[in-house]
């Protein structure tokens, strides 16, 4: 794949199990995957070099470019169907991530693929081509069994075994196979420790094993969606956002992926290009709102969870993310790959882990809120948790910060970081009094009301009547939409209805929104943030304005990919995807949007 063939992020598709991802391509090429966890090193990364990244690709022998390609998830579930028509017949290819957890080693992630004739006959190549540590290892192959064969290289190992002839070359297995209507072949990779593989041979599972594997699978996906507050015939796409968080979660901690790539790009060729595989405490508000909303509680709750103990109980302990197991470290590298289309540099790691973003605090407290309000006090350690990050609100408020943006030039007084230390102590507040538990609260609320007084003063211009983005400065910023959705002013308060149309009109982006034009220490124009425009449509919705908050709406979802997931920001001239993909935040922020704009206009309708 040359430079110019980088497949557009909008043609891939996302299977997952809880464990890891995959990024399927439109021509059936896993170009995507780290295992065992989302954030080990790639062992199919030709998404980031399309030589040296290594892949899993099935596709008919003609070529997916002269076939018919379809795509479409099978019902409520993350298993992908790929249905290809070349001359002289049709097949599916089926691709999961099984969730049975009974793969060839017994142990860790399988790859599921499994190639289902429709009519006439259809010739179709497999290539399982590894690489290891981001293209830097590549794997050695060695015989297991009967068509099967580990591929392992440093700390890394793959199982790939079918029900078809595989030819192993150094580096790489191949292999070819003629499916007819109603037959099928399977083909398994799954993750094996490389020392394990020097103790016994993995035996290849049996074809009606792969079957149930694949039904257990369905069967799970259909499950949770069906304990969902909304269907797909309420609202399809809602329902496919949730599988698409679902499958974003590291379900062993509760830790919520950011997205499952790193350093795709957010400016054509530039260097806007960072790791997105971890968990953010800022996305722990909007999961628990929009998992909560959706009646994922023990979603929610695993990952409040996660962040209390990832901080080790202590607010002078936060970072604004951490590893999906909690790990504190995430020092960024560049790698020497050609990157996404020739994008560098290619970030693994993540500098902003150490950033001071004191919004933090906000989001921390306002979940704990939401958890009381669905029926969940703070048992004696939480409420000392909350009581530590509520007096580190008082304390720090009025340092400068790098902002919910993770600012790279020098740290400002950001108005979103000061509403959200406000709710901090507004909502510890609250909960003290609803738990009836001993806190500060003389101090909090003189503090509280300081915050606030401060706001309105420097970071409210009296001339436009809106809120900015830096105090004391005129440029806005789309994070200023937050403000009623927490709390601190109403949705149809005139300043928040000016700065809604204001930030509509500063940032517009064909429909859509930027997130600011402030220069931020980055170079170049990044894509419309796709965040933000749900955002507005959860202020128009609430404000009543509702022809206005669905043709936002509208926009927005138009910027999704066929099967319905969507990237962090888009390019509205040229009509692409930018960004890590998919992105947790953007379906979050969808969820809400969608909801909030389903009630408002239900209310409309029954008040006339």
């Known amino acids: 794949m040359a430079r110019n063939q980088y497949s557009p992020i909008a043609d891939y598709g996302l299977i997952g199990d809880g464990q890891s991802a995959a990024l399927v391509s439109r021509q059936g090429s896993i170009d995507w995957c780290c295992l065992p966890r989302f954030d080990s090193g790639s ?14 690709s099935i596709a008919p022998v003609e070529g997916a470019r002269e076939a018919s390609i379809h795509r479409t998830y099978r019902g409520d579930t993350m298993v992908l169907e790929t249905r290809f028509r070349v001359e002289g017949g049709e097949a599916v290819v089926i691709d999961c991530m099984t969730m049975s957890r009974q793969g060839p080693t017994g142990t860790g992630p399988q790859i599921l ?135 974003l979660i590291y379900d062993r901690t509760g830790a919520l992926v950011a997205a499952p790539t790193c350093s795709l790009p957010e400016v054509e060729g530039g260097e806007r290009n960072f790791d997105y595989r971890y968990s953010w405490i800022r996305d722990s508000t909007l999961a628990a709102r929009s998992l909560g909303d959706l009646g ?90 909350i009581v530590d990050i509520a007096n580190s609100a008082c304390e720090r408020w009025r340092e400068p910060d790098r902002g919910i943006w993770e600012w790279r030039g020098e740290p400002r007084h950001f108005t979103h970081s000061k509403v959200l230390c406000w709710v901090a102590l507004d909502r510890a507040l609250a909960l003290a009094k609803a738990c009836m538990r001993k806190a500060p ?75 600011h034009r402030s220069d931020d220490g980055l170079d170049g124009q990044e894509g419309a943030f796709l ?7 959860e202020v128009l919705a609430r404000q009543s304005r509702i022809d206005e908050a669905q043709e936002v709406f509208d926009r927005t979802v138009a910027t999704a990919n066929g099967l319905g997931l969507f990237s962090e920001e888009y390019d509205p001239r040229k009509q692409r995807m930018l960004g890590n993909f998919p992105q947790a935040l953007t379906h979050l922020s969808h969820i809400e949007a969608a909801l909030a704009l389903q009630r408002e206009a239900e209310a409309l309708t029954t008040k006339r």
Not at 332 to 357: C, F, H, M, W
Not at 486 to 498: K, Q
Not at 531 to 537: C, H, K, N, R, V
Request: overall charge negative; proline content about 3%.
């Open 441 to 515: 609260e003389r101090r909090w609320r003189a503090a509280r009301d300081e915050i606030r007084e401060t706001i309105e003063r420097r970071g409210y211009e009296k001339r436009r009547g809106v809120f900015v983005q830096i105090f004391d400065e005129k440029p806005l910023d789309a994070a200023l939409l937050r403000l009623p959705v927490v709390g601190f002013i109403d949705y149809d308060d005139e300043r928040m209805v000016r700065t809604a149309d204001a930030i509509r009109e500063e940032l517009d982006a064909d429909g859509l929104l930027y997130r």
């Open 113 to 247: 693929r499994v190639i289902e004739g429709v009519r006439g006959s259809v010739d179709f190549e497999v290539e399982f081509v590894p690489r290891y540590d981001y293209g830097e290892i590549d794997a050695w192959i060695r015989q297991q069994g009967p068509n099967t064969y580990s591929g392992i290289g440093g700390d890394d190992g793959l199982v790939i075994s079918g029900d078809l002839d595989l030819e192993p070359g150094e580096h790489d297995v191949r292999g070819r196979c003629t499916v007819r209507a109603s037959e099928r072949v399977r083909v398994a990779v799954a993750y094996a420790d490389p020392a394990s593989l020097e103790e016994y041979r993995p035996e290849a599972p049996r074809s009606e094993e792969l079957d149930r594997a694949l039904d257990d699978t369905i069967a799970f996906w259909e499950n949770w969606v069906a304990g969902l507050r909304v269907s797909s015939d309420e609202g399809a796409e809602t329902v496919r956002s949730a599988l698409a968080l679902k499958a």
């Open 296 to 385: 994922c509680d023990s979603e929610a709750d695993a990952f409040r969870r996660f962040i209390e103990r990832s901080a080790a109980g202590n607010a002078a302990d936060l970072q604004i993310m951490y590893g999906l197991g909690g790990e504190r470290r995430q020092d960024e590298l560049d790698l020497d790959l050609e990157g996404y289309d020739g994008a560098k540099p290619v970030r693994i790691g993540n500098e902003a882990s150490t950033q001071v973003q004191l919004d933090i605090l906000g989001q921390l407290v306002e979940q704990s809120w939401r958890w009381y309000e669905r029926g969940h006090e703070p048992d004696d350690d939480y409420w000392k948790f």
């Open 43 to 56: 062992c199919f990364g030709r998404l980031l070099d399309s030589e040296r990244g290594g892949y899993f």
């Open 531 to 537: 965040p933000a425009s749900f955002w507005l449509t």
